[in-house]
């Protein structure tokens, strides 16, 4: 069994795939940039449209997430069969122009419909790199690769927040998307070009069923659809999106109304805030699962679970404060918490199918989570925070935010289940 691996293993050095990665991670940095850069914009967004909190967070949330996760499984279909480079490479440019598209938009209808097609573009974007990364990395090193892309999402929050901010100041808020997308578009070359596609399945000792071609969609469902490990970290992960993704769009506007920020300083301080915290996270959750997991596969959940657990007593102590110091000092905790499900739960769904399924299960993954987190967590919070200005004025959104706690509780029980089933599922 060992001898045919070593044979299909990629032939790529350690330095060719620390920059496989690398551009990888850039790739997802922008993607995060398109996607969260409507944070920090919401602000003089909201004055210049005369939008409501749940107009914006439908803007930021339902908007993007609609064509995002049903674009994405017949995208990562195709991603099973033919160049995942190729298909990652057609999404960033899309991606990219349907961003500056968003800096021409006159009304709200206009920017739903723009934001309509960065989700498009951004469905061909996660699920194939996922698969690419397995191909470049062995199992023993899956969580912390796959946590490293994820840095993608703290650094790509961070550089949109706060480069929005400052674009913003300078000119306005349509020329900090003009900047973001064409920038975007300029970096597509490096994907299509620098980056070779791997052959699939080579790390794995199941990779001689790759040999048939890529299964049914079908296929790939009833195999996820019998591993009860994949709904519990499916659901439990849309759970945890919900607040995360309301999070990373409405604590700009928290720090901006209840703590007097400025947008520039807004920014900044929730700038580092992801990158710190965010970085932290992701990658001691990707190493703790690698280090400890693979005698007992159920840490790939477990300690996932416990984190989103302990958030929330912090988020409490942050949220209710008054002084921005306070608040930064303790949200970095949770922050890094919150994020450090990343590595060991990605790293689990792709060990419950054959290789040549990875994409299309990754895709199924994304659509429960992101329909769910993106399409729900920010239009909830906004939605919420209307409601609660009638009762607390001005501090609506504190509370809101303080309500949506309750979905790490759902995600942590979620996670446990699936951590029973782990062990028992996980395909070697």
């Known amino acids: ?27 997802y940095a922008f993607n995060f940039i398109d996607r969260q850069i409507v944070g920090i914009l919401a602000i003089p967004i909201k004055a210049d449209l005369k939008l409501s909190d749940a107009q914006l967070g439908m803007m930021g949330g339902l908007a993007f997430a609609l064509f995002y996760t049903l ?9 099973d069969r033919v160049s995942r480079i190729r298909i ?29 097609g960065v989700g ?14 397995c191909d470049y990395f062995p199992p023993k090193e899956r969580a912390r690769a796959l946590s490293v892309y994820s840095f993608g999402i703290p650094i790509g929050s961070a550089v949109g927040i706060v480069a929005g901010a400052f674009l913003t100041r300078l000119a306005s808020w349509r020329l900090a998307f003009i900047v ?12 299509a070009f620098g980056v070779r596609e791997p052959p699939r399945g080579g790390f794995d000792p199941s990779a001689s069923a790759a040999r048939g071609g890529a299964p049914t969609l079908w296929q790939v469902c009833l195999t996820l659809g019998r591993k009860r490990s994949f709904w519990g970290l499916s659901v439990g992960a849309s759970f945890s999106s919900m607040m995360g993704y309301g999070l990373f769009f409405w604590l700009p506007s928290l720090l901006h ?40 596969r159920s840490r790939y959940a477990l300690y996932p679970a416990v984190a989103f657990i302990a958030t929330v007593p912090f988020y409490f102590v942050g949220v209710l404060s008054t002084n921005v ?4 000092a303790v949200s970095l905790v949770p922050t890094a918490l919150g994020l450090a499900w990343l590595g060991p739960v990605l790293a689990a769904v792709q060990q419950l199918v054959p290789s040549n399924m990875r994409a299309t299960a990754s895709a199924l993954f994304l659509f429960i989570n992101n329909l769910i987190g993106i399409g729900l967590g920010s239009y ?49």
């Open 88 to 116: 990652m490479s057609i999404a960033l440019a899309v991606w990219s122009l349907m961003t500056a598209v968003c800096g021409t938009t006159m009304s709200f209808g206009q920017l739903f419909l723009a934001r309509l």
């Open 325 to 328: 110091w306070m608040f930064l």
């Open 257 to 296: 109304r209840s703590l007097g920020l400025s947008l520039v300083e807004a920014s900044l301080a929730f700038g580092s805030l992801l990158l710190v915290g965010g970085l932290t996270g992701i990658w001691l959750g990707g190493f703790a699962a690698d280090r400890y997991g693979q005698q007992h």
């Open 380 to 428: 909830l919070l906004g939605l919420l925070s209307d409601a609660l200005r009638v009762i607390v004025g001005a501090e609506s959104l504190r509370y809101a935010i303080l309500a949506g706690t309750v979905f790490y509780f759902l995600a942590a029980a979620l996670f446990i289940y699936a951590s029973r089933h782990l062990d028992a599922e996980w395909q070697d």
């Open 71 to 79: 674009l994405g499984i017949p995208i990562a279909r195709l991603a």
């Open 180 to 191: 973001v997308g064409i920038a975007g578009v300029l970096l597509t070359p490096l994907l």
């Open 1 to 27: 069994m060992n001898a045919p691996n070593q044979e299909r293993a990629p032939a790529a050095t350690l330095a060719y795939r620390s920059y496989v990665l690398t551009v990888l991670v850039i790739v």
């Open 120 to 133: 498009v573009g951004e469905a061909g974007g996660v699920a194939p790199a996922y698969s690419v990364i």
